[in-house]
């Protein structure tokens, strides 16, 4: 389908426990996510987005109020609500998948994500599909970290700082520690 005939997005900022939010919806599937940092009502200016209200029931309420919950501490795994991924190439979506099969509280390293793709020694390409990863959080790319547990490259607003905190809300054990071997 032309992208033309894509259907535009309702877009909604909206805060959370560490800080303004942005997600944008075609139908009740979610097509983008940003992290704070971006300016409020700014998150999907662009053309293909049009803010709407916050919603206060359905689906998209639903949705809101867990990921709000999951940043208070009160974790939830996301899986549950629906992707719009029509734009990313194949290898980034299967990409998306595998990342969203991470728990929270746990990582995998790059190079895992690849194998699990059936890649294996696509590192560096798993680094790039998360680096424009639409829907992050929900797509939980901070969950994937270097093989030797440190804090590399984090495109989101905020860059290493943020995928801290998410993994720290997430009490995820062992991030950013060397390993011996």
């Not at 909604?12 to 979610?30: L, N, P, S, Y």
């Not at 996301?78 to 990313?88: F, M, N, Q, S, Y």
């Not at 680096?131 to 440190?150: E, T």
Request: charged fraction near 20%.
């Amino acid at each position: 389908m032309p992208d033309s005939a894509v259907a535009p997005l309702d877009a909604t900022d909206f805060d959370t426990a560490i800080g303004r939010c942005a997600i944008a919806w075609r139908a009740d599937a979610v097509a983008r996510f940003s992290l704070p940092g971006h300016d409020p009502g700014t998150g999907f200016r662009g053309g293909d987005a049009r803010p709407v209200p916050e919603p206060s029931t359905g689906p998209r309420a639903e949705a809101l109020a867990r990921i709000r919950a999951h940043l208070d501490g009160d974790l939830d795994d996301l899986r549950w609500i629906p992707l719009d991924l029509t734009g990313p190439p194949e290898f980034h979506r299967a990409v998306y998948a595998v990342t969203r099969a991470i728990d929270p509280g746990h990582t995998l390293s790059y190079g895992e994500v690849a194998r699990r793709c059936g890649a294996a020694g696509a590192a560096q390409a798993v680094g790039q599909a998360l680096g424009s990863n639409p829907i992050p959080l929900i797509v939980p790319c901070h969950r994937v970290l270097a093989a030797d547990h440190s804090l590399h490259g984090f495109s989101a607003p905020g860059g290493i700082d943020t995928k801290s905190k998410l993994l720290a809300i997430e009490r995820t054990p062992g991030f950013g520690e060397p390993t011996l071997f």
